[in-house]
């Protein structure tokens, strides 16, 4: 495989890396850059190349499991395991995998119901320019809304409620359609329902490991018969460099999500659907 190639694949696993978890879309962002400028379809086939997108999602996933691994080994009933102290649940609130499967329900049922119907009509540059610049309206709408209030009621998520994380699980639903960003709809759904940012980042993140991994390890299985090993190398670099840019902007996001909030992330996607649109339109 070429140097071309290879560089091609570190490029695409950095833009998953840097947009999986920020609320920009990072389905968007792919399909984007992709189809407009490296165009992987062309030496790897449509199918293969859907298959590479599903194998850096696995790397930003991992990225996420490092980062939380304290929390997952806590809510899994591990820490023994581990050697590690219990967490909170005996002390009061305590963020269990209950609330995690219950915020899970909504989109899961959906998505399994409708994942044809999006896959065939809602990928293409026009649905997601639409995804981005709705998506965008309802952060500046969550802002707005937050920033009324004096103080969140929710400020870390061992104090999610069941309500509230069937309430985020529903408005996560939006995340289906491509370019809406699964973090955008979630962090402004949290926040609406009185998280703070971080708090809702924090669960956004969380919530988003099982259902991704589950989503993703299906469409492994289902595309299993077009990996080839011409084309390891490729899944190599863009695996690595999904993994890596996802530690480092999953950290910085995290430590600046409380102060810089959702509206510069909500500006940016409006500056990109205008260039898109006025560029390729």
Not at 47 to 61: D, E, H, M, R, W
Not at 135 to 152: H, N, Q, R, T, Y
């Amino acid at each position: 495989m070429e140097f071309i190639e290879l560089l091609k694949a570190f490029i695409l696993g950095l833009v998953e890396g840097l947009t999986e978890f920020a609320p920009v879309s990072s389905t968007g962002h792919m399909i984007l850059v992709d189809d407009m400028w490296l165009n992987s379809k062309e030496f790897l086939g449509q199918y293969t190349a859907n298959t590479f997108k599903i194998v850096i999602q696995l790397g930003s996933i991992l990225a996420v499991v490092i980062i939380f691994k304290d929390r997952f080994i806590d809510m899994l009933g591990l820490n023994r395991l581990f050697g590690k102290k219990d967490g909170q649940g005996h002390h009061g609130n305590h963020l269990r995998l209950t609330h995690v499967i219950v915020g899970l329900i909504p989109a899961g049922v959906l998505g399994l119901l409708f994942e044809d119907y999006i896959d065939e009509h809602l990928f293409s540059t026009e649905t997601v320019l639409i995804g981005l610049l709705v998506g965008a309206f309802l952060m500046i709408a969550a802002d707005i809304v937050s920033g009324k209030k004096k103080e969140p009621k929710v400020t870390t998520v061992d104090q999610i409620t069941y309500k509230q994380a069937l309430s985020i699980g529903l408005i996560q639903c939006l995340s289906l359609w491509p370019g809406f960003s699964r973090s955008g709809s979630t962090i402004s759904g949290g926040v609406l329902l009185g998280l703070s940012h971080r708090a809702a980042a924090d669960f956004t993140f969380i919530m988003a490991v099982p259902i991704m991994a589950g989503a993703s390890l299906l469409s492994l299985i289902k595309n299993w018969e077009y990996f080839n090993m011409e084309a390891l190398p490729f899944f190599i670099v863009g695996f690595i460099s999904a993994f890596i840019f996802a530690l480092i902007s999953i950290r910085f996001f995290l430590k600046l999500i409380d102060k810089i909030r959702l509206m510069p992330f909500a500006i940016y996607r409006i500056v990109l659907v205008a260039a898109i649109y006025f560029l390729y339109f």
